[in-house]
């Protein structure tokens, strides 16, 4: 196994294509090995067949070259495992709707492994989860087939670091964490993903691999709860938390900057948290940091919606029955990604209040609302910003120009202090009320 990871001799097989997967199949192409594309979704493999991708990171024309290059084997039937020397888990791990782990998506996994997979296998999961999940899930059903670790499979975790959207980090130069289950499995983990990664992290276990990407992003959760706590603070003390921020990152040492905004979104930083406080409580331990943070990123969404309502208050109108423009959908700048978006929560929430609601992004021009129903982005026309009550930017992306969406709206709703004091305004702590003219003037 160690002489055909070297000599990229190892056929690489990593199941699920998504945000995580395709960048890493794609990865590893380049790097000389035969890959393997194995995605439960005949749909999506199809398309990927076909030379679309649907990850931004990953543009058609790079699909193509690997596709070309016939080192890339994508299919939606699991017996290709049969042909793998090594295997990515890449599959997601979304939480219940009681806020616990949904392992199915790994379970459904190794259901394929331990039915396909040849002897002396090596197993990597990457998808984010809770210590201990490597053992119980992908050891233990291999194990039960009867097989030895060590000598017929060997298993380690390595939690992806995905970033869509990220121009300077990406797959190759962001450190990877490697954890085994034990010595040997670490040992080739290093080998395997040190052959496409420039920097790899080893560690003595896969739980201390399983609790470093949920320390990595509770961390965050925690941090961003508090900056959008000290917002509400400093509104109420009629304060400018923007140039506060900036005050206190002038300091070159122990302070780290951190921004208020209208909610977190993606994969990881509202979940990962949960997955860490569900394990937290079997073992009888209740992180108060993890619920508090939670609670209070969670709110911000009903907080904009709040300030929106007062925006429009200010011009003697109602939410309900005024039309209101979302400025970008995606959870991040440049990133089609809408996964726990805080917009979606705000446009169902606008929506509720009986506001006519439309949104305009061109990284992320469609989505599914609450009932079903299909909504679609304007296109980008600044005059049209005009026939708004009320623009709302949550997601200020580069292909925005906001001097024009200043300019041609009637009144601004800025959540990220985009626009950055170009225009009259009333400051609030999270959301600035930007006035480019006045509503009498602009009817």
């Known amino acids: 196994m160690k002489n055909k990871l070297l000599n990229k001799e190892a056929r690489v097989a990593v199941i699920g294509l998504g945000y995580v997967g395709l960048p890493l199949a794609v990865a590893f192409i380049q790097k000389g090995f035969q890959t393997i594309g194995y995605d439960t979704s005949a749909k999506k493999v199809q398309s990927l067949v076909n030379g679309v991708s649907d990850i931004a990171d990953i543009s058609n024309e790079t699909l193509q070259l690997c596709l070309d290059s016939d080192a890339f084997k994508l299919s939606a039937n699991p017996e290709v495992l049969q042909k793998a020397d090594a295997i990515i888990i890449c599959v997601p791990t979304p939480l219940t709707e009681a806020m616990e782990p949904d392992m199915r998506f790994i379970k459904h996994a190794m259901q394929d492994i331990v039915a396909y997979a040849k002897d002396e296998v090596f197993i990597s999961l990457e998808s984010t989860t809770y210590p201990g999940t490597t053992r119980e899930l992908i050891c233990a059903p291999m194990l039960k087939k009867g097989h030895t670790l060590g000598r017929d499979f060997f298993a380690c975790y390595s939690p992806e670091r995905v970033d869509p959207g990220n121009k300077k980090f990406h797959t190759l130069n962001t450190p990877k964490v490697v954890g085994g289950v034990d010595e040997m499995s670490r040992e080739l983990g290093e080998i395997l ?251």
């Open 193 to 443: 993903y040190g052959q496409v990664i420039d920097t790899i992290v080893p560690v003595n276990s896969t739980e201390v691999a399983e609790m470093s990407k949920l320390l990595e992003n509770t961390f965050r959760s925690i941090n961003i709860a508090f900056i959008n706590e000290m917002a509400l603070l400093a509104e109420k003390m009629d304060i400018d938390i923007w140039e506060t921020i900036e005050a206190a990152s002038s300091k070159p040492f122990g302070f780290m900057k951190f921004t208020p905004g209208p909610g977190i979104g993606g994969h990881c930083i509202p979940l990962d948290p949960m997955y860490l406080s569900w394990k937290a409580k079997s073992k009888n331990f209740y992180s108060r940091f993890i619920e508090l943070a939670h609670e209070t990123n969670h709110s911000m969404p009903e907080k904009m919606v709040d300030h929106t309502a007062e925006a429009l208050n200010l011009h003697q109108k109602a939410i309900n029955g005024s039309k209101i423009l979302l400025v970008g959908m995606a959870y991040k700048e440049d990133s089609n990604d809408l996964r726990e978006s805080p917009g979606l929560h705000i446009y169902e929430q606008l929506c509720a209040r009986g506001a006519n609601v439309a949104f305009c992004d061109p990284e992320a021009p469609i989505f599914r609302d609450a009932n079903g129903n299909i909504q679609k982005s304007i296109p980008i026309d600044y005059t049209a910003f005009s026939t708004y009550d009320l623009v709302v930017i949550i997601t200020p992306h580069t292909a925005f120009n906001l001097e024009q969406i200043g300019i041609a709206s009637r009144l601004i709703l800025d959540t990220k202090n985009a626009l950055k004091d170009r225009f009259q305004e009333k400051k609030w702590a999270y959301g600035k009320v930007h006035m480019t003219k006045t509503m009498a003037e602009r009817s």
